[in-house]
């Protein structure tokens, strides 16, 4: 028996980036919008309730500078929402689903049908209020999802789990 492995060149080879990707639904940029400034209330707000608290008067030019790095963090997260919702997108072809996302660190996960465990949709309370879910795939070795995308709405997020099981069952039979 011989072991055939021959060279390819590389400039033939087919581009994942020619599938066409869909962006996800706008409702998830308002979800977005919500997530940031939740961020800035949990994250910053306790820091500066301390501080105020232990003493008003003296550390007030501690507090000052604090809630203006406060201010300059929330508004740049805000601004920076609708750039980061504009690089998710997803793709699903007849062997494989991709999900795009990242504005300064760009990332795209694709994931061949033959190498899917199992998928699960999920719904947070902001998400779930815009009528949006979460489709989660997942390969073997590990209990986080291997791919997530955000903002379908959940009959989307169904026909797309449904089709990737499918062929998921299909790569299975062959096997």
Not at 8 to 33: A, E, F, Q, W
Not at 44 to 63: E, R
Not at 136 to 162: C, F, H
Request: hydrophobic residues 40%; charged residues 20%; proline residues 5%.
């Amino acid at each position: 028996m011989s072991f055939d492995n021959p060279q390819l060149d590389v400039s033939n080879l087919p581009d994942y980036r020619s599938s066409s990707y869909m962006g996800i639904d706008t409702k998830y940029l308002t979800v977005m919008r919500w997530g940031a400034i939740v961020f800035a209330f949990v994250i910053l707000i306790p820091p500066i309730t301390v501080i105020t608290a232990v003493d008003q008067w003296s550390n007030l030019l501690l507090t000052g500078p604090i809630f203006g790095a406060w201010i300059l963090i929330f508004v740049t997260n805000l601004i920076l929402v609708k750039p980061r919702f504009l690089q998710k997108c997803y793709s699903v072809r007849e062997r494989d689903i991709s999900y795009k996302t990242g504005l300064l660190n760009r990332t795209t996960t694709t994931i061949p049908f033959n190498r899917v465990q199992h998928c699960d949709i999920k719904q947070g309370i902001i998400s779930r209020y815009f009528g949006l879910s979460k489709l989660n795939v997942y390969t073997a070795g590990g209990s986080r999802s291997d791919l997530s995308i955000p903002g379908l709405r959940p009959a989307v997020a169904n026909k797309i789990m449904n089709y990737v099981l499918q062929k998921t069952l299909e790569y299975d039979e062959e096997e």
